[in-house]
């Protein structure tokens, strides 16, 4: 399944012209830094170390995550004021991705997982969604 995965997230990518190599930057930064975590747990809390297969899922499943957010941010651009909108723009996207995540753990990792997939898809799709930006209109 892991695979399938990937070939869609490649297959997103290739074809949808908002995932440029900015956004690719930020899934794979977003990757880096969950991968580092996971060491870091291995080593500090006894975590089981992550093996390819699940260095695999973690880049698959922060890309699609990113993916989600930049194609809803495409949609509903953030706002640039902070306010109403911004919060519930930010809970439109969270509790979804959050359902959707745990959705892909229970595909990706049966039962018994070893990694939050759920909380690395919501955490981002939410960083995916400041892609795009309202603009004000400008003063004459």
Do not use: C
């Not at 991968?35 to 698959?60: A, D, H, K, T």
């Amino acid at each position: 399944m892991t695979l399938f995965f990937g070939v869609i997230t490649l297959i997103l990518y290739v074809f949808q012209p908002f995932l440029d190599l900015k956004v690719i930057r930020k899934a794979l930064g977003i990757a880096l830094f969950l991968e580092l975590f996971y060491l870091i747990g291995y080593y500090l809390m006894n975590w089981p170390f992550p093996s390819p297969v699940i260095i695999f899922q973690i880049i698959i499943v922060a890309a699609l995550g990113v993916a989600l957010g930049v194609i809803y941010s495409r949609i509903w651009p953030l706002p640039q004021n902070k306010g109403i909108e911004r919060i519930m723009r930010t809970f439109l996207i969270v509790i979804p991705a959050l359902g959707l995540g745990v959705g892909m753990q229970l595909i990706l990792q049966g039962n018994h997982a070893t990694q939050a997939v759920y909380l690395m898809f919501a955490l981002s799709a939410w960083l995916g969604s400041g892609h795009f930006i309202k603009e004000t209109p400008k003063e004459a």
